[in-house]
């Protein structure tokens, strides 16, 4: 009994590491991976633009973080790049950079409803590639590089630094879009289908296959046997009848889950320019984006959208142009002709009017968010807990069922 017991452990602990283990450490890797990803786009969307006065006043050395958006003007050498905006060129050391590339997806500008939300979740996955693996590049690319600023021999050259990190991104489009395209895009799909999971599922079912090959040929381990032919299905057991139309129900719940985490980091992006804790006065909060414009953040403000207009508790603001909507609609704003939001935007004062519009940072935004956006992040997030635990279930049970019928079948096969 004693020896049926240590090699049924041993076929468990062989499906345990090949298709749990490996593939889990590979998911917890991917979505740490492009968690800091976001993070940092994220911290350098907080850091200055060069200026070419920055760059040529300066002393030799590190002269601090800052951001740049320009194209691909040439390739020097193996490691590095030089990106050119107008009359400014800089260097980038690309020496054990990865390069993001994003999925193309265009974001609806107007009343955007939680159910159009999903609509835009690309189906591309983001790409991270390193620098070494890069063949070629046409010139003209369009990059975003972010990261510590050097001055050597009287030019700007970036460079990645202990435990802050160069962010090189690659992509096509409006450079508007590039933090909410990171934000939204930035993530892989199904993080347990990672560059591990492939050759960990093949040598798992394989070595299971010939575990059972060998312990076939003694009839006292019959029982084992069976387990581990069952457990090589593993692959392809989520596909099989009947458990198969509970793998849809957990692809829906898992994508939902995806979502709502999308969501929640977008609601709360336009906080990032007020310190937490940081008190309102009359409903109002005003700072400053890294380009030295005042920003503002109206709450529960009252939007009239056919005048143009948002009315705090002691203004009344006029808006420059539409105002994008970012969230969930409640039933029936969307008809309504006024609404209470947190609007977030540029702020000016001229000739007693009080104007908000869209600034001049592309990585800043003008937008209405319907409710309190540390709050809506928070229901987001509990949500997203509660379909990443349904999908489990979903796809846990499909394995069980899958697996209990594929073992009952064998059970007749096999003698």
């Known amino acids: 009994m004693s020896i049926i017991i ?6 468990f602990f062989i499906a345990f590491v090949f298709f749990g283990l490996i593939p889990g450490l590979g998911a917890f890797w991917v979505r740490s991976h492009w968690r800091q990803f976001r993070k940092r786009i994220v911290e350098l969307s907080l850091k200055p633009f060069i200026t070419y006065s920055e760059v040529s006043g300066s002393s030799e050395g590190l002269i601090g973080e800052y951001r740049f958006f320009g194209s691909l003007e040439a390739i020097q050498g193996e490691n590095t790049i030089w990106v050119k905006s107008g009359d400014l060129s ?34 591309e996955e983001p790409q991270s590639i ?61 993080e347990y289908f990672n560059q591990f999971t492939v050759p960990s599922l093949i040598t798992g079912s394989f070595s299971l296959i010939l575990a059972a090959y060998i312990m076939l040929y003694n009839p006292l381990l019959r029982i084992p046997a069976l387990f581990a032919i069952t457990l090589s299905f593993f692959p392809i057991s989520s596909m099989l009848p009947p458990g ?28 990032r320019y007020f310190p937490a804790g940081s008190p309102r006065k009359e409903g109002l909060r005003i700072s400053r984006f890294p380009t030295g414009e005042k920003c503002i953040e109206i709450s529960e403000g009252v939007w009239n959208r056919e005048e143009g207009i948002v009315k705090s508790k002691s203004k009344i603001f006029k808006l420059t142009e539409k105002l994008p909507l970012r969230g969930p609609v409640q039933p029936g704003l969307k008809k309504s002709k006024d609404g209470s939001f947190n609007i977030y935007g ?45 999908s489990a279930l979903f796809i846990f049970s499909d ?16 003698k």
Not at 93 to 101: A, C, F, K, P, T
Not at 178 to 187: E, P, Q
């Open 346 to 390: 540029k702020y000016l004062e001229e000739n007693d009017n009080c104007y908000i519009m869209k600034p001049d940072d592309p990585m800043a935004e003008m937008v209405a968010i319907p409710g309190d956006p540390e709050k809506l992040s928070y229901r987001r997030q509990k949500w997203a807990r509660f379909y990443e635990l349904l």
């Open 399 to 414: 394995l069980l069922i899958n697996l209990f019928f594929v073992l009952f079948i064998l059970h007749y096969y096999i």
């Open 130 to 190: 390193l620098w070494s693996k890069i063949s070629s590049l046409p010139m003209g690319t369009q990059v975003f590089v972010g990261g510590c600023l050097f001055v050597e021999k009287g030019r700007g050259i970036f460079k990645a630094q202990e435990n802050r990190s160069l962010i090189a991104v690659i992509y096509d489009g409006k450079k508007e879009s590039i933090l909410k395209r990171a934000i939204w895009g930035g993530r892989q799909r199904n």
């Open 244 to 271: 198969v139309i509970l793998y849809f129900f957990y692809k829906r719940s898992w994508k939902q889950g995806r979502i709502l985490r999308a969501e929640r980091d977008l609601i709360r992006l336009p906080l």
């Open 90 to 123: 800089v260097a980038v050391n690309m020496e054990d950079v990865r390069v993001y590339i994003l999925p193309s997806f265009s974001f609806l500008s107007e009343e955007t409803e939680y159910e159009s939300l999903e609509k835009i979740l690309p189906d």
């Open 6 to 11: 240590s090699y049924l452990f041993l076929v």
